[in-house]
């Protein structure tokens, strides 16, 4: 894969590295396991007391993960969560907080949802923010089972509206969804 950003204006020296990887699984008995997992990682040494004194370059300062099980509507009916590095020891023992997500759905009100269970000192920010990427990684990973599950119920497709694609209003729409595009209303047109 290649960046198409624009080149750097400047020299620079890389200091830190963060990586989210998520995977989906489909499992035999009929749910999904999302999971996920992020370090960060720095180019050189970092003083710590809980580490023996440093965290050298190249160890990861955090790696962290977390699965979430859910079913075909997207609610989650198990949660678990691992911390492998931190910088404090005492962060090891939030692992079972993240139980509290069993329940919720994946859908509107989900960041709220989690941190209303989650949030601050209920959590571990770093853990609360790799939900956001599962949440993603949920719907790439179940998107046909849920396309045809929301077919089968007569429901309109479940990603109308949420990007700018994916608006009623665009050529996608039109093109794939002819039975739910909206013409975009004309713009004024000035004297």
């Known amino acids: 894969m ?17 990586t989210v990887t998520c995977r989906g699984y489909q499992r035999a ?8 997992h992020m370090t960060d990682i720095k180019t050189y040494a970092v003083d710590n007391d809980d580490r023996n004194g440093q965290i050298p370059a190249g160890e990861p300062i955090h ?11 997207l609610n989650i009916v198990d949660a678990a969560a691992s911390t492998e590095y931190a910088p404090f020891n005492h962060c090891h023992s939030i692992s ?12 509107p ?4 949802a989690v941190k209303d269970r989650l949030g601050g000192v ?13 949440a993603t990684s949920a719907y790439q990973t179940m998107y046909e089972a849920l396309r045809d599950h929301h077919q089968r119920q007569g429901h309109t497709p479940f990603i109308l509206d949420t990007c700018h694609s ?9 093109r794939v969804w002819p039975e739910h595009y909206q013409a975009p209303e004309a713009l004024p047109t000035e004297n």
């Open 2 to 18: 290649t960046n198409t950003l624009p080149p750097a204006t400047a020299e620079r020296r890389l200091l830190h590295t963060r």
């Open 29 to 36: 008995d009929g749910l999904w396991d999302i999971e996920g």
């Open 63 to 73: 790696a962290m993960w977390l699965r979430l099980t859910l079913d075909l509507d």
């Open 96 to 107: 079972t907080a993240y139980k509290a997500l069993i329940g919720l759905q994946i859908g």
């Open 109 to 112: 009100g989900w960041n709220r």
């Open 122 to 134: 209920k959590g571990c920010t770093h853990l609360t923010e790799l939900l956001g990427p599962m």
């Open 166 to 174: 994916l608006s009623r209003t665009s050529p996608v729409v039109a």
